[in-house]
T-cell receptor, first 113, second 117 residues
């Protein structure tokens, strides 16, 4: 199964951009890159996903490297409410997780006021 | 549009007992997945139900079982509870489309916190 690697923790200042990296060097051509986050005492929340092209939504942007072996979740202006564990997840037939989400340890994002 | 709801929010059981957790899917969704999240770890996939049948299972023993009902709500049953079953149990619903392998989004409920003594 294709796996992802993320830093255990990151810090950011409030109202500054945050770039959360994810490495997935064994990704296959049909694997989607998903990002979820989990705020304290809540269930995970969908953030964004993409296949090959960069994606933007109201929450964040997803930048995917040209070789697809890494990606970056971008929060344009971090707020205190963005403090959470961020999970980078691959989904697809070849990754063995076409239907379910396979969570790793994620990145604990701390936002400083 | 109502989100995913779970009941109860908290539960305390003793070792050896049985427990049933419930989940109501988000409106329009036809698939339910269950996850177990131990303290300090990421959620682990238990199983998924689609059209009232189990459709994929993680590394969990048979004493973890489930049901999906015609209205797409779901139950997770755990028999012969063990201390290690203490965890947050998360339900997620999604809309399965034939063409979206890998692209569908799962929407999570707030979870049920189970403590086994």
């Amino acid at each position: 199964d294709a796996k992802t690697t993320q830093p255990n923790s990151m810090e950011s200042n409030e109202e500054e951009p945050v770039h959360l990296p994810c490495n997935h060097s064994t990704i296959s051509g049909t694997d989607y890159i998903h990002w979820y986050r989990q705020l304290p005492s809540q269930g995970p929340e969908y953030v964004i996903h993409g296949l090959t092209s960069n994606v933007n939504n109201r929450m964040a942007s997803l930048a995917i490297a040209e070789d697809r072996k890494s990606s970056t979740l971008i929060l344009h202006r971090a707020t205190l409410r963005d403090a959470a564990v961020y999970y980078c997840i691959l989904r697809g037939i070849s990754s063995g997780s076409a239907r379910q989400l396979t969570f790793g340890s994620g990145t604990q994002l701390t936002v400083l006021p | 549009e109502t989100g995913v709801t779970q009941s109860p929010t908290h539960l305390i059981k003793t070792r050896g007992q049985q427990v049933t957790l419930r989940c109501s899917s988000q409106s329009g969704h036809n698939t339910v997945s269950w996850y177990q999240q131990a303290l300090g770890q990421g959620p682990q996939f238990i199983f998924q139900y689609y059209r009232e049948e189990e459709n994929g299972r993680g590394n969990f023993p048979p004493r973890f079982s489930g049901l999906q009902f015609p209205n797409y709500s779901s139950e997770l049953n755990v028999n012969a509870l063990e201390l290690d079953d203490s965890a947050l149990y998360l339900c997620a619903s999604s809309l399965r489309l034939r063409t979206s392998v890998g692209g569908e989004t799962q929407y999570f409920g707030p979870g049920t916190r189970l403590l086994v003594l």
